[in-house]
């Protein structure tokens, strides 16, 4: 089996003392539900209707045509590295370092992502790293993370995107544990839109996952690292992601569509309910293993619409996953569990978010994992300037 390439910075994530946790009942390929229609789980009748999907397609319509101008004939945003000051280290990557940073000009505050010629060249993801510039820079939506500048100097190229003082969702869930149902719900929601928009526009993300989800000042999220993201119009075939998110597809080493960002999302709603993901091992092979035949155990206080949706993004088969049939976002939208989801009150943010992280001002970093200061590397000439020609 051909190992997938590991995200970034996931050694933290741990499968082996999940065991406990597994005390209710288990799923697999083979357990399936009734087909959903308009009678949902519990007896509830969807919120969402076919005439809304339709309403909201036209829009998406629109947001692709503008993904693709700007996809086709970027508009350049460069500041140099100079023009901010660096505050202080609030991540850290397989090729450098994120910063929160202040512009000296509007002293407004963002994050800058950091990343080193030198490890990009020697990693050989310099055309993954272009390819993320070209489409961040085209895409626009509430919860993706839009680029504001891009820059480069003798030894690193820099990303600068709002610093969103929330901090990660996958910090909230270790702290929280498992989050109340009306918190994952509005995550998940908000991640459906920004996927249907994102496939809409031909991009698939491939690490989707709470440690790429931050959350803002406001309570919203914004979908970020886009390393791995990639415009496709019917397959592709590399192997990548973070083992516990995978598609069972991508461990195949099949070609593979949108779905696995369907399947990483089912992933997510299991983690935000539990507080663990639904698939782990003693090593690597174990946890593939259960993925491949969809294999896992589900609390027993679990409710039936929770297990439901949670079942329909976790289908081995992805021509039969939510988001890939034939209706695409309907089925999701109007599934019983997000009864409840005002879509448009979302998509508009005039929901009131369910959790409202504390920020004390628009430099707090208190959100996020405290690390220890980094510091860059001086270049006293430029390297690399034939490979990095096209950033």
């Known amino acids: 089996m ?25 799923h697999n390929d083979h357990d399936k539900e009734k087909p959903h229609g308009t009678a949902s ?6 919120s969402f209707n076919h005439e809304k999907q339709k309403m909201h397609k036209r829009y998406l319509n629109l947001l692709k045509e503008e993904f693709l101008k700007l996809y086709k004939n970027p508009i350049e945003y460069e500041k140099s590295p100079d023009e901010f000051d660096v505050i202080k280290t609030i991540g850290a990557g397989a090729f450098g370092t994120v910063f929160l940073v202040r512009d000296t000009i509007s002293f407004y505050y963002y994050a ?51 610093f969103e003082a929330g901090g990660e969702l996958y910090t909230l869930i270790k702290n929280t544990g498992a989050l109340p149902e009306a918190w994952s719900q509005f995550y998940a929601a908000q991640m459906v839109l920004a996927l249907e928009y994102l496939h809409h526009c031909c991009v698939v993300h491939r690490d989707v996952k709470p440690e790429n989800i931050l959350i803002n000042a406001s309570g919203y999220i914004k979908l970020v690292d886009f390393g791995f993201c990639k415009i496709i119009k019917t397959r592709t075939w590399t192997l990548c992601g973070t083992p516990e998110y995978i598609a069972p597809e991508i461990i195949m080493g099949k070609g593979y569509s949108y779905t696995v960002d369907w399947w990483s999302l089912g992933v997510l709603i299991f983690e935000m309910s539990t507080g663990y993901p639904p698939f782990y091992g003693a090593n690597r092979a174990k ?40 209706t695409g976002g309907y089925d999701i939208k109007s599934h019983a569990w997000f009864h409840e989801t005002n879509w448009d009150g979302i998509l ?3 929901d009131i978010p369910p959790y409202i992280p504390v920020c004390k001002d628009l430099a707090d970093t208190t959100n996020f994992t405290s690390r220890s200061e980094a510091k860059l590397k001086s270049y006293a000439q430029p390297v690399f300037e034939d490979e990095f020609a096209d950033f």
């Open 112 to 162: 800058m992502k950091t990343m080193e010629k030198s490890a990009i060249v020697q990693k050989k993801v310099v055309r993954q790293i272009i390819r993320e510039k070209k489409v961040l820079q085209a895409l626009s939506f509430p919860f993706v993370v839009p680029l504001e500048f891009t820059s480069k100097d003798n030894g690193y190229v820099y990303f600068v995107v709002p």
């Open 348 to 350: 508009h943010q005039k």
């Open 2 to 26: 051909t190992v997938p390439r590991i995200s970034n910075d996931h050694s933290r994530r741990k499968s082996s003392n999940l065991e406990a946790h597994g005390d209710g009942s288990e």
């Open 41 to 46: 789980p519990e007896g509830k009748t969807p």
């Open 287 to 326: 946890l593939y293993d259960k993925i491949l035949i969809g294999k896992f155990k589900t609390p027993e206080t679990m409710s039936k619409i929770t297990k439901s949706i949670i079942r329909h993004f976790l289908e081995v088969d992805p021509t039969k996953r939510y988001g890939s049939l034939k």
